[in-house]
């Protein structure tokens, strides 16, 4: 059975990727599985150099098909900001609390509440490095609303709903995500090769 390492110490990653699993013919590996420890490296300023960099440090150790994920939030009137920063928006890596308020501040009267949510993946197969792509619509609320999903989940309502991902259902949110969207790509490419 083909096995694929899973280059993220994110565990809201991990569900959200294997809830949407569907390839019986591939096990998936968690890096405490693969006995790899520590923050992944994360050095550029692109999802997709990003995802490929945690994707390869894995491969590099385990020999095993590895799979880096890069996400990030992208504000229209912040220029794209947080973007491939969203991790550390407010300085601390990974403190969602810090991150969404320094967003909600500077959002503060501004009416263009555009964004969306981006997912890269990477699959490092050792030959050649594969990339899949997600992507979804939607706007910046307020104040944030709802204790589900993770990071910038509750300020975030996307086009054609009035939930934010944190008020969602974790199979709602699942069915419809830029990571859905993107994993789908992979699950897809999977099966025909
Ligand atoms: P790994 O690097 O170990 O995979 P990470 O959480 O640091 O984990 P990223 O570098 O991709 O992951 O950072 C993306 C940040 O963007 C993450 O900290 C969240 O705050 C946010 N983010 C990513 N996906 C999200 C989602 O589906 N919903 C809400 N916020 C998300």
């Given at each position: 059975m083909m096995e694929l390492v899973?280059?993220?110490?994110n565990p809201k990653k991990v569900t959200e990727i294997r809830a949407r699993w569907g390839n019986d013919a591939v096990r998936l590996f968690t890096l405490q599985e693969a006995g790899i420890t520590g923050e992944l490296p994360?050095?550029?300023?692109t999802l997709r150099e990003n995802a490929l960099e945690k994707a390869q440090y894995v491969y590099e150790r385990t020999g095993k098909w590895s799979l880096g994920d890069d996400s990030g939030l992208e504000i229209e009137a912040l220029d794209?900001?947080?973007?491939?920063y969203s991790a550390r928006y407010a300085g601390e890596h990974g403190n969602a609390e810090a991150n969404m308020q320094k967003v909600l501040s500077e959002m503060e009267g501004v009416s263009n509440r555009r964004a969306s949510f981006k997912t890269v993946l990477a699959l490092e197969t050792g030959d050649v490095s594969y990339f899949f792509e997600g992507e979804i619509q939607g706007m910046i609320i307020p104040e944030k609303r709802g204790?589900?999903?993770?990071?910038?989940d509750p300020i975030f309502v996307p086009d054609?709903?009035?939930?934010t991902f944190a008020e969602m259902d974790p199979e709602e949110k699942n069915a419809i995500s830029h990571r859905s969207l993107a994993v789908d790509k992979l699950l897809e490419f999977l099966k025909n090769s």
């Amino acid at each position: 059975m083909m096995e694929l390492v899973l280059a993220t110490n994110n565990p809201k990653k991990v569900t959200e990727i294997r809830a949407r699993w569907g390839n019986d013919a591939v096990r998936l590996f968690t890096l405490q599985e693969a006995g790899i420890t520590g923050e992944l490296p994360e050095t550029h300023e692109t999802l997709r150099e990003n995802a490929l960099e945690k994707a390869q440090y894995v491969y590099e150790r385990t020999g095993k098909w590895s799979l880096g994920d890069d996400s990030g939030l992208e504000i229209e009137a912040l220029d794209g900001r947080p973007g491939v920063y969203s991790a550390r928006y407010a300085g601390e890596h990974g403190n969602a609390e810090a991150n969404m308020q320094k967003v909600l501040s500077e959002m503060e009267g501004v009416s263009n509440r555009r964004a969306s949510f981006k997912t890269v993946l990477a699959l490092e197969t050792g030959d050649v490095s594969y990339f899949f792509e997600g992507e979804i619509q939607g706007m910046i609320i307020p104040e944030k609303r709802g204790t589900g999903g993770f990071g910038y989940d509750p300020i975030f309502v996307p086009d054609g709903y009035t939930q934010t991902f944190a008020e969602m259902d974790p199979e709602e949110k699942n069915a419809i995500s830029h990571r859905s969207l993107a994993v789908d790509k992979l699950l897809e490419f999977l099966k025909n090769s």
